[in-house]
């Protein structure tokens, strides 16, 4: 079975960066395709950013030339990094790999907040 950990999350303030990792117990990411989404309280779940396991990315509005998704050569882990972190970019992110389009797995998410 498909597990997804999110690490690296953290309160940091704007302007500021920070990285996130999800690694996979299985060499998914040259599989499926990752994505990346947030949820910030009291809104929906958004989708971030996505990598096809083609290399195709795609990235929100909102974060287009702020974050970058990439993965690593072994294909376990999925990569978000977050540039020039704005306080509307407070959110719990979190990370999913699309196995089927009726089978999906999520992480657990990791909190970022954005404060001076």
């Known amino acids: 079975q498909v597990q997804l950990v999110e690490s690296g999350g953290g309160l940091v303030q704007p302007g500021g960066s920070l990285r996130l990792s999800c690694v996979a117990n299985?060499?998914?990411?040259?599989?499926?395709?990752g994505s990346w989404y947030r949820q910030a309280p009291g809104k929906q779940r958004e989708l971030v950013s996505s990598?096809?396991?083609?290399?195709?990315?795609n990235y929100a509005d909102s974060v287009k030339g702020r974050f970058t998704i990439s993965r690593d050569d072994t294909r376990t882990t999925l990569y978000l990094q977050l540039n020039n972190l704005k306080p509307e970019d407070t959110a719990t992110y979190y990370c999913r790999v699309e196995i089927t389009s009726s089978y999906d797995v999520w992480g657990q998410g990791t909190q970022v907040t954005v404060s001076s």
């Open positions: 299985a060499r998914i990411f040259s599989l499926y395709e």
């Open positions: 990598l096809a396991a083609d290399g195709t990315t």
